[in-house]
């Protein structure tokens, strides 16, 4: 029973280690960045946009960028005809992307637009994140 337990728990762990979870939050992004030791990453989208959906759907089904993304950021999706967006950052078209560091400061150039999972994963990885 034990065993049959444990596999469940390990089969549950894989299967949400590969979602990409969002927060509403830059300032609970913040408080969850400092205390995992990550980065943050803000997706700024907008209903109807075929870039975000793409980038959502297949891009971020990817299990080695889902992987990459979940051990080094904490993830904001903001909505931005509907959320509150801070005025130190811009969309520059949809998906507009932000790499903040722990304390909300932004890490290099934002990235506009989507590609492919192998792409982004390559660009994220070219910014020098420092926790």
Do not use: W
Request: proline share 3%; hydrophobic share 40%.
């Amino acid at each position: 029973m034990k065993k049959l337990l444990l596999f469940l728990l390990v089969l549950i762990s894989l299967i949400h280690g590969n979602e990409v979870n969002y927060l509403k939050n830059i300032e609970t992004a913040k408080e969850k960045a400092v205390q995992d030791n990550k980065s943050i990453l803000i997706m700024l989208t907008q209903e109807g946009c075929p870039t975000c959906e793409y980038i959502e759907e297949v891009a971020f089904d990817d299990a080695n960028l889902v992987s990459y993304l979940n051990a080094n950021f904490i993830l904001v999706k903001l909505d931005i005809n509907n959320d509150r967006i801070p005025p130190y950052i811009k969309a520059y078209g949809t998906p507009t992307f932000y790499i903040l560091n722990q304390h909300g400061e932004k890490i290099g150039r934002q990235i506009v637009g989507g590609g492919t999972a192998e792409a982004f994963l390559k660009l994220l990885q070219s910014y020098k994140i420092k926790h």
